[in-house]
Nanobody, 125 residues
Framework: QVQLVESGGGLVQAGGSLRLSCAASGRTFSSYTLGWFRQAPGKEREFVAAIRWSFGSTYYADSVKGRFTISRDSAKNTVYLQMNSLKPEDTAVYYC??????????????????WGQGTQVTVSS
């Protein structure tokens, strides 16, 4: 069974940076897509970024493009989300997710098979 464990969330001032980590276990992830989603209070879960594990191809939501970077360390089975120039509107619970295959951009939450427990990111103004 795939397990995803996020870490790295916290409180940061606007303009600051955080790096989230997602430690993945239970499978060989070469065919997988790993993604980050977020959910703010009262809002639906939204796509942030995705990476195709085997090729390292990356995709981003327009709202984070140029500020966030998704990457993976195959040796550690870990996916990262480097978040720079944070804004108060980035405040949310951030979730790591895994899809067994690559479907394209990887922006649809319904396509993901496994989810982590989430980590809170709070950006103060």
């Amino acid at each position: 069974q795939v397990q995803l464990v996020e870490s790295g969330g916290g409180l940061v001032q606007a303009g600051g940076s955080l790096r989230l980590s997602c430690a993945a276990s239970g499978r060989t992830f070469s065919s997988y897509t790993l993604g980050w989603f977020r959910q703010a209070p009262g809002k639906e879960r939204e796509f942030v970024a995705a990476i195709r594990w085997s090729f390292g191809s990356t995709y981003y939501a327009d709202s984070v493009k140029g500020r966030f970077t998704i990457s993976r360390d195959s040796a550690k089975n870990t996916v990262y989300l480097q978040m720079n120039s944070l804004k108060p509107e980035d405040t949310a619970v951030y979730y790591c997710a895994a899809d067994r295959i690559w479907r394209g951009v990887g922006a649809q939450a319904s396509e993901y098979n496994y989810w982590g427990q989430g980590t809170q990111v709070t950006v103060s103004s």
